[in-house]
Nanobody, 129 residues
């Protein structure tokens, strides 16, 4: 079992920045990849980006490219989502998720919720105009 805990959400003005953290724990955590998703009120959950843990290969949704950056800290089993130039459309609950096992061609599913097997509880990000 893997536990994921997000933190760092809050209220920020348009153009501001936030950094979200996702700390992973479990008896023998050795996740293969981690992703960030978000869900705005009344909308479906959508992918923000992902990172393959061992090689730091990252993927981003078009809507956040150039503004958001995913990084990881192996020693802390933590993944970060640095969000810059925030806009009101970024307002959502942000979730992190982990693909805990190696899977060949996983990169083809990085944007799908089905590419992950454990999820955090989410953290609220609100961007005011």
């Amino acid at each position: 079992q893997v536990q994921l805990v997000e933190s760092g959400g809050g209220l920020v003005q348009t153009g501001g920045s936030l950094r979200l953290s996702c700390a992973a724990s479990g008896r023998t955590f050795s996740g293969y990849a981690m992703g960030w998703f978000r869900q705005a009120p009344g909308k479906e959950r959508q992918v923000v980006g992902a990172i393959i843990w061992s090689v730091s290969t990252t993927f981003y949704a078009d809507s956040v490219k150039g503004r958001f950056t995913i990084s990881r800290d192996n020693a802390r089993n933590t993944v970060y989502l640095q969000m810059n130039s925030l806009i009101p459309e970024d307002t959502a609950v942000y979730f992190c998720a982990v693909q805990s096992k190696y899977e060949s061609n996983w990169y083809r599913r990085w944007a799908s919720e089905y590419g992950y097997d454990f999820w955090g509880q989410g953290t609220q990000v609100t961007v005011s105009s």
